[in-house]
């Protein structure tokens, strides 16, 4: 996460009330977020309104109501300024036609301004670093799809933008292809200092690359926060493995007031309130039985995103 | 693996301003143009008219000049022109001229549909193929630099063939007249030649952007491009053909004197015959004269050349470069009636309203913005 000289971290974007609906259907429903600048996972359901909040964020698309900046530019009048700083790979296959892997990468450069002797030379860097130096003269036509997405990234950073926004970019990839884009997106947003929107139905993707999430459902922001702070410790809750006998422990410990929960040879043991995790010790010293592991409780991010979803 | 793997540099180089976007749109159709093997040899067979019209520009400097070489070209010029017009070439410069850019840009314009059948099904077609769209738009590019990048690629091929040819052709005319009056005499062709390359790109760039923009496969725009240009033309000769031939058999219907025949006229004696024979020819004659001067005021109102978009875009060239005050300028050289009557006939175009075509080619244009709007749409539209 990137912070001001104040401590404080920057706002990557922010947005205020904002409504959009298509018809009859409201995308985003008086949606207010403000975002740091760092690895931003966008998280949410089909229909949740991600793909609307990218190209609202663009300036692409009017919205109903609401006002809100991306990089301290007001996406309703600077939408042309915003998508100079901003690198974006649709979610689609989308491909400038007829063109050799370089030529495209390029062109993407002259489109965002770049002089066409500067395009080309960081063509050529960018797909190095993807990882397309050996495929860079072959037609796009020919890639295959983790070529294309990996494409579709370097057409995206090749102007070095400030924010980075992908959508879905591990879809239709072979799980070695997906590791490489995802340590390319960790490697920009930690090493290099890229901001990144990161899109994506896959939990363990944005858990790998990003530190903060929002969580949308039905246009609305159901969560948001910093990864670590939302996989919270809970104080009262303790995953226990004893040695042996472990039914007989749990049952000791039901006695004893405690909720216990059985998953493989882990018990999930919440205590009553006001007791301390002492009581396992001693329970586990009555019974004569030794404790092996024991770990206060965390959520994994897909309860965080199951439980944001059912507070909607 | 690079041998040396730099990983990810950042970027501090400049980006341009917006105004010039469209051009990295453009570069990128020529090109993609310029790999197609048919078009560069189109291209280059279109520079020969262009050759053409230089030479006779630089032959005409030539002759105005009374240079050496001009004699050894004379004898074409007197086969090719009237006489009066070689005798005083500087007199006739602008007529000269004027009727040499008109064959030119004539030829061009059919050149200039095959280029555009050769670039332009594709320029949007497969964009739409490809979903190259959201590329562009989620880019700082409007959906106007996107169009006008792709009509810049119509104007850099038309302009290849016809703007650019036209200028340096004057140039040259102009450094081998050598004569300063020649400024006077002809700039205004020059306007009007670059003028009418200008309405032909827009004309005809906006309407195969268009046909391209209403499908993702470039065959059928190509398809409906050689309907607009071919079947349009041949549609319209066939109904001026039709009704040329009805009006050509009512004049002949009104001959008083019937064709001389059958048993009575073989019963009659030779002066008799020789007296009905010439009678007869003498009205041939007459109606062929009427018919004539008849074609000549009815080609004034008649709306059938209107049908082709090739002759709407040929008649406003012949209104900007006035070729038609040309051949009646030079008509009035022949002192026999008959004959000027004949050269008018033959050799200038329709006569109807040029504001005809204009409207035609207008409401073409404001046909082909709209499709572009309603087809290429902005990502709020798109899937």
Known sequence: MAYESSGEPRTLFQLDGVTKTYGAVTALDDLSVTVPSGAIGLLGPNGSGKTTMIRTLLGLIPVDAGSGQVLGMDFLHRQLNIRREVGFAPENECLFPAVEGVQFVAYAGELVGMRSKDAMQRAHEVLDYVGLGEARYRKVESYSTGMKQRLKLASAIVHDPKLLILDEPTNGMDPDGREEVLQLCRDLARNKGMSLLFSSHLLPDVEAVCDYIIVLGNGKLLAQGNIQQLKQVHNQCFEVRVKAGSETFAQGLSALGCVIEARDDVLLVQIPKGESPRMLWRAAAEQNQQIRYLRSQRSTLEEVFLKALEQK | ?383
């Open chain 2, 1 to 383: 693996m690079p041998i040396f793997d730099q990983g990810y540099q950042h970027w501090s180089g400049h980006l341009s301003g917006r105004a010039w976007r469209w051009l990295a749109v453009t570069r990128q159709g020529i090109r993609g143009g310029l790999k197609n093997r048919f078009l560069r040899y189109v291209l280059f067979a279109a520079w020969v008219p262009a050759l053409a019209l230089v030479l006779m520009l630089c032959m005409w400097g030539l002759l105005e000049r009374r240079s050496s070489l001009a004699s050894t070209f004379m004898q074409y010029y007197m086969a090719l022109l009237q006489p009066g017009v070689v005798a005083d070439p500087q007199h006739y410069r602008a007529d000269i001229w004027r009727l040499s850019y008109g064959y030119f840009l004539e030829i061009e314009l059919r050149f200039s549909m095959v280029l555009i059948l050769l670039v332009g099904p594709n320029l949007i077609s497969q964009d739409l193929r490809f979903n190259a769209l959201p590329l562009y738009f989620s880019r700082p590019l409007r959906r106007i630099d996107y169009f006008l990048g792709k009509l810049g690629v119509i104007l850099a091929f038309l302009g290849m063939v016809v703007i650019v040819p036209s200028i340096v052709a004057y140039v040259l005319g102009l450094l081998f007249s050598l004569d300063i009056t020649i400024i006077r005499d002809t700039f205004g062709i020059l306007l009007a030649s670059v003028a009418y390359g200008l309405i032909l790109t827009f004309s005809a760039g906006m309407l195969i952007l268009a046909l391209s923009a209403l499908s993702r496969s470039s065959r059928y725009v190509a398809l409906c491009w050689v309907g607009i240009w071919l079947v349009s033309g041949i549609v319209a000769t066939v109904l001026q053909a039709v009704d040329s031939q009805q009006r050509r058999y009512v004049y002949y219907n009104k001959m008083t004197v019937a064709r001389p025949n059958g048993r009575d006229f073989d019963n009659l004696s030779r002066a008799e015959r020789d007296k009905q024979w010439r009678a007869y020819r003498q009205a041939r004659e007459r109606a062929a004269e009427e018919y004539r001067v008849a074609e000549l005021g009815f080609s004034a109102h008649d709306w059938r050349p209107l049908v082709s978009y090739t002759e709407n875009l040929s008649r406003l060239g012949q209104q900007l470069l006035g070729t038609d005050q040309t051949w009646k300028r030079l008509s009035l050289l022949d002192p026999d009636q008959d004959a000027r009557d004949q050269l008018l006939a033959t050799y200038m175009g329709p006569q109807y309203p040029w504001y005809w075509s204009a409207g035609v080619l207008t409401g073409l244009f404001g046909l082909s913005a709209c499709v572009l709007n309603l087809s290429v749409k902005s990502l709020d539209r798109l899937k």
